[in-house]
């Protein structure tokens, strides 16, 4: 059974960074492709980020140029490095691990002044 922990959150103004962390306990992590979503309020759960196994990238349009996902298979890690941060960014990030049915707890991000 995996179990997935995420941390980093906080309050931080526009323009601000933050980075996420996820702790992955799965067996042969490295071969998984890894995911970051996020729900705000009152909005349905969205794909923010993903990194397959050989590390290609891919975002949502509207995080592009800001968020770098990332991960470290010696720690079962992944983690979402988030830049220029803006009001809309708020929401509790989730990270997942591709083709498996769980989730942590996730993490709140709130952007504002």
């Known amino acids: 059974q995996v179990q997935l922990v995420e941390s980093g959150g906080g309050l931080v103004q526009p323009g601000g960074s933050l980075r996420l962390s996820c702790v992955v306990s799965?067996?042969?992590?490295?071969?998984?492709?890894m995911e970051w979503y996020r729900q705000a309020p009152g909005k349905q759960r969205e794909l923010v980020a993903t990194?397959?196994?050989?590390?290609?990238?891919t975002y949502a349009d509207s995080v592009k140029g800001r968020f770098t996902i990332s991960r470290d298979n010696a720690k079962s890690s992944v983690y979402l490095q988030m830049n220029s941060l803006k009001p809309e960014d708020t929401a509790v990030y989730y990270c997942?691990?591709?083709?498996?049915?769980?989730w942590g707890q996730g993490t709140q991000v709130t952007v504002s002044s």
């Open positions: 799965l067996r042969l992590f490295s071969i998984y492709s």
């Open positions: 990194m397959t196994r050989g590390g290609s990238t």
């Open positions: 997942k691990v591709f083709s498996i049915s769980a």
